[in-house]
């Protein structure tokens, strides 16, 4: 009988701990995959081009790192603004060298400028006031009327309230004095109820925190 | 007194000469226990367990021709010098044979280029940050291509000492990530158990992964 006792006490912790394990696993993974824990909405870049077939992320790219703090030297500024407009689609030449028979199915190289309306400056290495309008723009690739965004690219839409990491390129290939979100998605935040969303932080983040921790 | 009750208090009072008595049991018990515990243990990481959901699909078959623009390729920064177009290539193939030689892809380099393939080449890109992208490319014949490039920004540096930095970077381990995304995988949680782990890289990238191989096997047969 004591026998007896001891293993069934025994099955039972190891019953209770294996399923502690699995339920925490579980809700862990239910969790991160469907997000139930937020209503963070991804904006959707599709809404300002209805004359497209579509607009899609065009496949993975690979970055060296998502983290602000190895990337915040070539950070010029951090602002809050809202967007107020998304352009039409601008033709940009790659100077790559590529053979005719590639060129003929990539399409055209493209980049979209969205202008931000600055409510907040969290940080500037430039001369930049609030109220003043900042152009950030999103590359992408034109292919049969299919707009082929560049992959890990932040997207937009008008009326949004946003937090964005801008950087300058310094190589003028794009344009003069192109200006783009550092890090592309994780670059770019979208406020709701007072939170800072974006795919790396579904949850949401302090706003003053986001807003400064490029300094 | 309740059933429980009086099975605890048999418990507490039968301890001691349990002791004495049931070292076997003790151990088998214990043994009993431990593979319970570490059953649940090891089902917990679901996330080295590959999901779909990519943007990029699988090719109908796992036999593929690559084609590589040498004029694309020499506008990288290799080694501080560009061009390097030789010694880029050798660093990307090592992607290409490390998918051939451990998973049921067939990959292959052609020089007949004429038409549509799928491509390996560099591009320019204003971050840093980003290394390199595979993208999918639709004819309009519904025929499925990708393109692999890699960044030919200036500022960043491709070398072959293993560093993972945002301005050095070692060519063959991303190229080994590109080729897992050329098959069709995308980023997986699950730290350095995966070759396609996350979105920034790590020691991972040094080589393609038991997770990852099943993964592609299980969609080129």
């Known amino acids: ?215 | 007194m309740s059933q429980m009750s009086q099975l605890s208090a048999k418990l507490i009072y039968n301890f001691p000469r349990m002791e004495m008595t049931m070292t076997r049991l003790t151990q088998i018990m214990t043994v009993i226990t431990s593979l319970a515990i570490i059953t649940g243990f090891t089902t917990v990481p679901n996330v080295s367990a590959h999901s779909e959901g990519s943007p990029l699909t699988w090719f109908s078959s796992g036999t593929q021709s690559l084609c590589y623009s040498s004029s694309g390729l020499g506008a990288m920064k290799f080694d501080g010098s560009t061009p390097n177009t030789a010694a880029v290539k050798t660093q990307i193939k090592l992607g290409q044979s490390q998918m051939s030689v451990n998973t049921d892809m067939n990959l292959s380099e052609t020089t007949s280029c004429t038409g549509y393939k799928s491509w390996v080449t560099s591009y320019y890109d204003p971050s840093t940050a980003n290394l390199s992208k595979t993208s999918i490319l639709f004819t309009s014949g519904g025929v499925q291509y990708k393109t692999m490039e890699y960044n030919n920004n200036q500022y960043l540096y491709w070398v072959t000492n293993g560093n993972c930095s945002p301005l050095t970077m070692d060519l063959s381990n991303v190229a080994n990530h590109e080729f897992g995304h050329f098959s069709g995988m995308y980023h997986q949680t699950g730290g350095s158990s995966h070759t396609m782990m996350s979105s920034s890289c790590d020691s991972g990238y040094s080589s393609i992964k038991a997770a990852d191989i099943a993964f592609v096997n299980d969609h080129y047969l």
């Open chain 1, 1 to 215: 009988m004591n026998q007896n006792n001891i293993i069934i006490t025994t099955l039972i912790i190891a019953f209770v701990a294996g399923v502690s394990i699995l339920a925490a696993n579980s809700l862990l993974t239910s969790d991160t995959k469907a997000g139930l824990l937020t209503n963070y909405i991804p904006s959707d870049m599709s809404k300002a081009f209805p004359e497209l077939d579509d607009v899609i992320e065009g496949g993975e790219a690979s970055m060296s790192t998502t983290n602000i703090e190895d990337v915040k030297d070539q950070i010029q500024y951090t602002i809050r603004g809202t967007v107020v407009n998304i352009g039409n689609l601008e033709e940009w030449i790659d100077p790559t060298p590529q053979p005719e028979e590639l060129q003929k199915i990539m399409g055209q190289n493209v980049k979209i400028p969205v202008d931000i309306a600055v409510t907040q400056i969290g940080k500037t290495k430039l001369d930049l006031k609030v109220g003043e309008i900042i152009t950030v723009k999103v590359l992408g690739r034109l292919i049969d009327n299919t707009l082929y965004l560049n992959p890990n690219s932040p997207q937009f839409e008008v009326g949004e309230d946003v937090i964005v990491h801008v950087s300058i390129d310094p190589n003028d290939i794009i344009e003069k004095d192109f200006k783009f979100v550092q890090l592309g998605e994780h670059g770019k935040f979208k406020i709701q109820d007072g939170k800072a969303f974006n795919a790396k932080y579904p949850h949401g983040r302090d706003l003053v925190k986001t807003l400064n921790e490029a300094q």
